[in-house]
Each structure stands twice: as C-alpha cells, then as structure tokens.
C-alpha cells in the first residue's frame, strides 16, 4: 500500500532532467537528498569508518544489488514555469540581493537586472509524494523515512539548496507507517519555534525516532555504540559539539523572497573585506591574493572553485583532478504568512579530507602557486556569520560609491 506525503514548495525549485526550459520535481534528487542525511544520521554511530557508513546505506536506500525498503513516485507534477523575468525578482532589492544568491549559473545579466537562465517549480506549489515501504526491514523503513524528514526540514531539492533555493515542507500524511507508535503529524515540517530554538543540528523528531533503528543496523555492520570523534568529522555528521545553527534577530521577514533577500546582501557584505569608491564592496582576494603576493585566502573556505576575471580561478584539486568543496554553511528562509527568519547552519568537518587536497591559484587551465585555506577558516567564518546575525547585527557598511 502507497502511504502520501502532502508537499509544497516554499521557495522557487531549480529542479529538470536536463532541459532547462523544463522544471519538475525529480525523485533521483530526492533520494540524493536522503543519502546525504541518512550519511549526517549515521555518522554518530561508525565515525570514520566509510566502509561501515557505506554498508548501512546500501542497506537503507538501496544498491545496486539490493533494492530499497522505500519506493518513491510522483504522480502529478507541479506545475513549472519558465520565466525568465519572474514576480519574485520584479522588486529592484528582490532583483539584486535573491540575483547574487542565484548566481552565474542559474541567472543572466542585462540591462542592469537579473534574470532566470532556466526553469522553476514556483513557490507555494502542492503536490503529493508517494511512498511505499516493501519488505519486513522495519528498522531500514524507518531511517529511509527520518532521512527524507531531515532532507526536508533542513536540504531543499535541486539547486542551489544551501542558499535557500528548493525548500520544500511537508503538510500532511495519509496512510501506513513503519511502525506502531508514530502519528501521522509526526513527518509534518516543523514550524518557526522548532528552528529558531536550534543551536546545533541533533537528531530530533522522526530522526530521534529512528536512532534506535539505526543503531540495530551498525551493530550488524560493526559499529557499535556513540563515536565521539576527537577532531573535526571528514564529513557532514549530526553533532552538538560540530554544528552550529541559528535564526537571525530583529525584525522578522514579512516574506521568503524578504528573508532571501536579506541572506544575499549580508553574505555579499560578508564575503567582501573593503570598500571601492567605484565599485563598492570587493574581496580581498583580487588584489591581495591574485594579483599580488599573499598566499591565505580565507573566504575561499566558504566554498570552491571560485571564478574571477581575465580566466583566474581558484580550485581545490587532488593530483590533476580539479575537485569541488561545497560550502559548510547552509541558508533557508523559515516560517509562513508574513513572518519568516532566515536559518543558518553550518557542519564543523574538516574542510580538505583528503591528505593530497591542495589548493592554487590557475589562468587559463595552468597551475600556479598554492594557498592556504584550511580547516579552520571555515569554522571561524560560519561562526562569524552565525552569531553576527543571531544577535541582530549586519555586516553591511555604508557603500562609497553613496557617500
């Protein structure tokens, strides 16, 4: 029997197979979603131990010689538009500040504007999700179920999820779940008060639910009771001691396209170290680090490669291969009808896991001289932007160019 999951969209999902002029919600990205949850789920339990975290994902969601214990479809679509002028950029603020969480990748610029370079699902869209759980593995049924909550509650659905884009909440269920015991409200999205008293991101609703589920799995795999992990994880791990959460204080957002706003001037004001009379704010790092002689690079920990003019980029990379380090710092506009907060959050791993990650400065596809980004960057950053906002304070400054 099919279980249903009532969805909407909170805000704009940047979601399609590959035609951009198309937009859809897709259940492959749902399941990415959930492994990469289910990873943060288990990560208390095996530690470092990648082969065990392996063996209870496979066990959970599937292999390719296993199927999972959960089917997911969608029947009916929403539907998606493609617009490349769309209400939610028409404000001149909404324009700017959503425009530069957007990003190259998913915007044009001309005529002094933002505009969409693809298609969305909008927000406030319903839709339902199908969920059927096969087999007698209750255990796995019930961390296949925790890790799309926490997917939901705090990921999104295609792109640009950690600046707030793919947000989607759940409304309601109908039908059978795992186990005795569990309400058909308990898969609903948390409203406002469940994130604005996070600190930290730790198992909670269906995922505190499951952690005994979970804990029956890694035992059979060889994990066996709490890890506490001495330094920094080597990737994203539920923690109290190596995540940071947060609403930002003051005046609340009277909408999600508000919230968005406010999350993409702050981090351009935070990103950008100096003023220029001409061009307001710049980082550091085009004068000091790639023209000139400095090799540290701090703000390159929120995220990489990073793209300048005249064919610089910075990259990670691990012998010749040029690899990607997603940002640790995670945006989603909370709430509804006219009140929303901004939630930031944030996983304390190590920033290069990998022994052999180094990262440099290259033009026109050849290597040049190596910079220090670490760890510890990162963490001093998101904690700069997580506490700075919790109190209510900005990092925005008079812009030169107004003075």
């Not at 010689?65 to 209400?87: E, F, N, T």
């Not at 997603?326 to 506009?333: E, G, M, Q, V």
Request: aromatic letters at 8%.
């Amino acid at each position: 029997m099919w279980s249903t999951l009532h969805l909407q969209t909170m805000t704009p999902v940047f979601n399609s197979d590959g035609d951009l002029r198309q937009a859809e919600i897709r259940v492959p990205s749902l399941r990415g979603g959930m492994r990469v949850w289910l990873r943060a789920m288990a990560g208390v339990l095996v530690g470092d131990q990648l082969h065990r975290l392996r063996k209870i994902e496979d066990r959970v969601l599937g292999a390719t010689d296993h199927a999972s214990p959960i089917r997911l479809r969608i029947c009916r679509q929403p539907d998606g538009v493609y617009r490349p002028s769309p209400d939610f950029l028409a404000d001149p603020v909404h324009n700017k500040w959503i425009g530069y969480l957007l990003g190259p990748g998913l915007t044009t610029r001309s005529d002094g504007a933002t505009h969409l370079a693809r298609a969305y699902v909008p927000a406030g869209k319903d839709f339902k999700l199908q969920v059927r759980l096969v087999g007698d593995d209750h255990d796995a049924q019930q961390c296949a179920l925790a890790a799309l909550w926490l997917s939901l509650t705090y990921g999104g659905i295609g792109a640009r999820t950690r600046r707030g884009f793919g947000a989607v909440r759940i409304t309601g269920t109908e039908g059978p779940l795992p186990e005795k015991g569990w309400l058909a409200t308990d898969l609903n999205t948390p409203d406002l008060d469940h994130y604005s008293r996070a600190r930290y991101l730790w198992p909670s609703g269906p995922a505190e639910a499951a952690m005994l589920a979970l804990s029956r799995i890694a035992a059979k795999v060889g994990a066996t009771g709490i890890h506490h992990w001495d330094s920094a994880p080597t990737y994203p791990v539920l923690s109290k001691k190596y995540t940071l959460a947060a609403v930002n204080g003051g005046e609340a957002s009277r909408s999600w396209q508000d919230a968005l706003a406010l999350a993409g001037r702050e981090l351009r004001y935070f990103r950008a170290e100096v003023d220029d009379e001409k061009r307001g704010p710049k980082t550091l790092g085009w004068e000091e680090v790639i023209k000139g002689d400095e090799v540290e690079l701090p703000m390159a920990a929120l995220g990489l490669p990073l793209i300048y003019d005249k064919g610089n980029e910075v990259h990670v990379s691990e012998g010749e291969e040029k690899l990607r380090r997603a940002s640790p710092l995670w945006l989603r506009p909370v709430g509804a009808d006219h009140s929303w907060r901004l939630f930031s959050f944030a996983f304390l791993n190590k920033f290069l896991p990998g022994k052999d990650q180094k990262v440099h400065v290259w033009k026109d596809r050849q290597r040049g001289k190596e910079l220090t980004v670490n760890t510890e960057h990162a963490h001093v950053l998101v904690k700069k932007w997580i506490d700075t906002l919790a109190r209510g304070d900005t990092f925005m400054r008079e812009d030169p160019r107004f003075r």
